[in-house]
């Protein structure tokens, strides 16, 4: 059994296949998954897990050199805007874009990692890094 990083074994394995600026979303219970981009279902429940729980255990597994968010998450979800803010002092460059530029570039995405969570633009594109 797994002792160490993400436990949920499809988000281990996409992880684990990621090359350099290759890109997951984690993203609300709302947001459309595109045709062809594999979807893991976390939710349980409306708000379980949250936006928030998901994006940390992800990033404490993934190399991340960016990420994109909604512009729009600062004048409809002020806890999103606070984490993207909080972002670049983990190294990590952060974007903005209008939501429907963010809902065209998830089509890029190896994955998408749907949660639970029920607030507005509670999503972002997570980008690739590397360990050297």
């Known amino acids: ?29 709302g947001l459309p998954v595109p045709p062809g981009v594999e979807c893991i279902d976390v939710s349980l429940a409306l708000g379980e897990p949250g936006f928030a729980r998901v994006l940390d ?7 991340c050199e960016r990420a994109l968010f909604a512009s729009e998450c600062h004048s409809h979800n002020p ?3 606070a984490l993207a803010a909080a972002l670049p002092a983990q190294g990590i460059a952060t974007e903005f874009v209008s939501h429907e530029a963010f809902k065209q570039h998830c089509g890029q995405a190896r994955a998408v990692i749907r949660t639970g969570d029920a607030t507005p ?12």
């Open 1 to 29: 059994m797994k002792k160490l990083g993400h436990l949920n074994r499809d988000i281990a394995r996409v992880l684990a296949c990621l090359g350099h600026t290759d890109s997951i979303v984690i993203a609300d219970c």
């Open 121 to 132: 633009y509670a999503n972002v594109i997570l980008y690739a890094g590397v360990i050297f």
């Open 79 to 81: 806890a999103v805007s």
């Open 57 to 63: 255990t992800v990033l404490a597994d993934m190399a």
